[in-house]
């Protein structure tokens, strides 16, 4: 491993470790989506080469879209899929089906209709489980599409530390405000006057204990987020607001057709509208896993001491 590599980038007070790293990660990161997609032919049991090649990916990007046969994709196939890249411990939410992995579709169950994921609204930028706990936060995603819609449905998708090296360029001091353990507060989920879910605070950006990953929880979400009321916080998060506005070259754009899925370190992703069409077999229909463990052999550590990146 280099020197400048030996420190966290992620810490303000280590600008030349940061200058290293940040070289290298735009270096590296993928210009177009082409290069984010790998075919897999058998889901349940990715090849050495077909894994290499999605670890290799998600070194660059923290993401990878993977294209296998249609209609490949049951829920088992997604789950051994997931395995094959250490992501073991799934997230199983309020609506997650038994098996921890969630059916994603425009719902009639009047519970579910109130969740956007459950319409066919748009899903404005986020990342997975931002209002877990700490001891529950989500490190890795695989979503997998089974059907898709008549038209729309399109993922907005931005790795999580390229929006790190965008605010810590344009103002250091949005890292320190955004990395304050205050800096935001998902209230409290209340139906019919009950609590189902305490209210959550804390960082957006976080550097994880052991490993030196980054990690953000983030929602673009206005109604029902909670900024720390500093200037700099909210200096910050209109940062963000522009960027989604004004996009940027750094965000990749995919429609997910069926028999294709994206496995990622649960970084920052939005969803356009979409319309389905039942009668002629247009239902879009997402499988969506959810897990404490990020992609194995993708660790901060372990892209700084990889020679042979390209
Ligand atoms: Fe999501």
Same mark, same amino acid.
């Given at each position: ?8 980038? /992620? ?27 790998v075919?897999v ?5 990715p090849t050495p080469a077909e894994r290499s090649a999605i ?10 879209? /993977? ?13 051994? *899929?997931?395995?094959?890249?250490? #992501?073991?411990?799934? !997230?199983?939410?309020?609506?997650? !089906?038994? !098996? ?7 719902? !009639? ?48 998708? #931005?790795?999580? $530390? ?11 001091? *949005? ?19 009950? $609590?189902?879910?305490?209210? &959550? ?6 550097? &994880? ?14 109604? %029902?987020?909670?900024?720390? %009321? ?9 940062? #963000?607001?522009? #960027?989604? $506005? ?18 990622? %370190? ?7 509208? *979409? ?16 897990? /404490? ?6 660790? /901060? ?6 020679? %042979?990146?390209?």
């Open positions: 491993m280099v020197q400048e590599f030996r420190e966290n980038p /992620f810490l303000l007070d280590k600008p030349q470790a940061y200058r290293a790293w940040r070289a290298r990660k735009l270096d590296t990161y993928p210009k177009t989506i082409a290069e984010l997609i075919e032919a058998d889901l349940a049991h670890v290799s990916v998600c070194r660059r990007a923290n993401m990878a879209i /993977f294209r296998s046969a249609a209609g490949a994709g049951d829920k088992s196939a997604i789950r051994a *899929f997931g395995q094959a890249f250490g #992501l073991v411990r799934l !997230d199983a939410n309020l609506y997650a !089906d038994d !098996d921890g992995i969630t059916a994603l579709q425009v719902s !009639d169950v009047e519970r579910k209709r109130d969740f956007i994921p459950y319409t066919n609204q748009r899903l404005n930028w986020h990342t997975d489980g931002y209002y877990n706990t700490p001891d529950r936060q989500i490190r890795g995603l695989v979503m997998f599409c089974a059907r898709d819609a008549l038209e729309g449905g399109e993922n907005h998708l #931005l790795d999580h $530390e390229i929006a790190y090296i965008l605010l810590r360029d344009a103002e250091p001091r *949005f890292i320190e405000a955004l990395m304050h353990p205050q800096a935001m507060t998902i209230p409290a989920n209340c139906e019919q006057g009950v $609590e189902i879910r305490a209210a &959550e605070t804390g960082p957006v950006f976080a550097i &994880e204990p052991g490993t030196g990953n980054l990690h953000m929880r983030y929602s673009a979400r206005t109604r %029902n987020i909670e900024w720390r %009321n500093d200037p700099m916080t909210l200096a910050a998060v209109e940062f #963000l607001q522009n #960027l989604w $506005e004004a996009g940027c070259d750094y965000v990749y754009h995919y429609r997910l057709m069926p028999g294709e899925g994206i496995i990622c %370190n649960n970084v920052l992703h939005n969803r356009t509208a *979409f319309r389905d069409d039942p009668a002629s077999g247009k239902k879009r229909l997402m499988y969506r896993a959810r897990y /404490f463990d990020r992609i194995a052999a993708t660790n /901060f550590s372990d892209v700084c001491s990889a020679p %042979n990146l390209p």
